[in-house]
């Protein structure tokens, strides 16, 4: 068994993938003994041009994409490492960042798993950490929450000078000992994208491990480039992942008044965006950028939730 290994699952991110190895290699030497890419159907050669620039690591390619959970999962099964790190491509990892995540995990045996601390490229600070979903985080503004009530919804408002416990972290730089992996099992292949590693969390918590925001991890995160392509496909497997969680956890009473709530919020939203662009004429792009999302969604919501209307779709 090595030390560590690193998963990263990858769709049409090519240039980003690249220096994301090239980060892992120059700035953690030693310390990540296997890497392992998964590549999920990508159309831009991800796959011929892994082989030739990185012909030692671990290559698992996919014919179509599985979506985050089951190729992450394809990962997980291969890795040897006694910690395990999800890693997303869209990343860049910054100088000793990983050998902190395996310092805390050594030094701390009841946590399970550990979180890096998300950084924009202008290095201010990104959303690193996540509150188990409930109707208050879903339906009310998660920005308010977090500056309302900073000890029971930590966020990138505050800065952190130490690790600190928490319900989830983001998946982009997500860190799991072996033994937790045993215990509570692999990602739910349920989830396509989004919330997959917050129920994971969720299952680990209610195991009796904890789970801690490292905040001296730091890790470059350019955010969402695979799902960006496709956003009104990648805002319906979000919203497709929240009714999955309530369902899981949450209960058939709050998992309806989840769905009645968001419906609520979303004819407001383009009724509201439909009067702003029928007012400017139309000129605004990122205006009618989100109308045109916001249509997607309600008429997702009007076919009774098909799945031919995410990002499974085009996989």
């Given amino acids: 068994m090595v030390p560590l290994s690193i998963i990263i699952v990858n769709w049409n991110t090519k240039e980003y993938l690249f220096l994301c190895l090239e980060s892992i ?19 831009d050669g991800s796959g011929i041009e892994i082989k030739q620039k990185f012909p030692f690591i671990h290559l698992i390619e996919n014919k179509k994409n599985l979506g985050f959970a089951k190729a992450a999962n394809q990962g997980l099964r291969k890795a040897s490492g006694h910690y395990l790190l999800l890693l997303n491509p869209d990343t860049e990892i910054k100088n000793g960042a990983i050998g902190r995540l395996v310092a805390f995990l050594n030094s701390h045996p009841e946590v399970g798993v550990a979180g890096g601390q998300l950084l924009n490229s202008d290095g201010s600070r990104q959303n690193s950490i996540a509150s188990y979903p409930s ?80 905040p001296q991890a730091e890790v470059i995160h350019f955010q969402g480039k695979s799902a960006e392509r496709e956003i009104a496909r990648a805002k319906v497997e979000y919203y497709r992942s929240r009714y999955l969680f309530f369902k899981k956890h949450r209960g058939f009473f709050q998992w309806v008044l989840l769905a009645i709530g968001l419906n609520i919020k979303l004819w407001v939203e383009f009724v509201s965006m439909s009067v702003a662009c029928l007012l400017t004429l139309f000129t605004i792009k990122r205006w009618r950028r989100k109308l045109s999302v916001y249509a997607t969604l309600l008429k997702w919501h009007l076919k009774f939730c098909p799945a031919e209307m995410g990002l499974r779709a085009i996989s």
């Fill in 135 to 214: 109707l208050a985080t879903e339906l009310l503004n998660k920005n308010l929450l977090r500056w309302l009530f900073p000890e029971r919804f930590p966020g990138k408002e505050r800065k952190y000078a130490e690790p600190i416990e928490v319900d989830s972290v983001i998946g982009a730089c997500l860190m799991v000992r072996r033994e937790v992996l045993n215990q509570v099992g692999l990602l739910d292949e349920d989830y396509f994208l989004f919330l997959e590693e917050t129920d994971w969390c969720y299952r680990m918590k209610k195991s009796g491990w904890k789970i801690y925001h490292v």
């Fill in 25 to 43: 290699f120059k700035k953690e030497s030693g310390k990540s003994q296997e890497v392992i890419v998964i590549d999920n159907g990508s159309q």
